[in-house]
């Protein structure tokens, strides 16, 4: 995914409003929110910018892709 650093200002965690960080090359794995601790991903190159889909950070560096349900 080519998430230019323009386009990363933009998005914001739409929990906090605060700043994401890309995780991965060119962001191609997901968004993370510090603040929140959790990440959003990014499926078929489009961040899924949901409170619900978010995976905590905790279970991101677990290997967990998902949200727990
Ligand atoms: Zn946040």
Not at 2 to 19: Q, T
Not at 60 to 67: I, K, L, P, T
Request: with cysteine; charged share 25%; net charge negative.
């Amino acid at each position: 995914m080519n998430m230019n650093k323009e386009l990363l200002e933009i998005l914001a965690c739409p929990r906090c409003h605060g700043a994401l960080e890309a995780l991965g090359d060119n962001a191609d794995e997901g968004l993370s929110c510090p603040a929140c601790a959790v990440v959003y991903p990014v499926r078929d190159d489009i961040p899924v910018m949901l409170v619900e889909e978010a995976v905590p950070l905790a279970d991101w560096q677990r290997g967990q892709r998902q949200a727990a349900r």
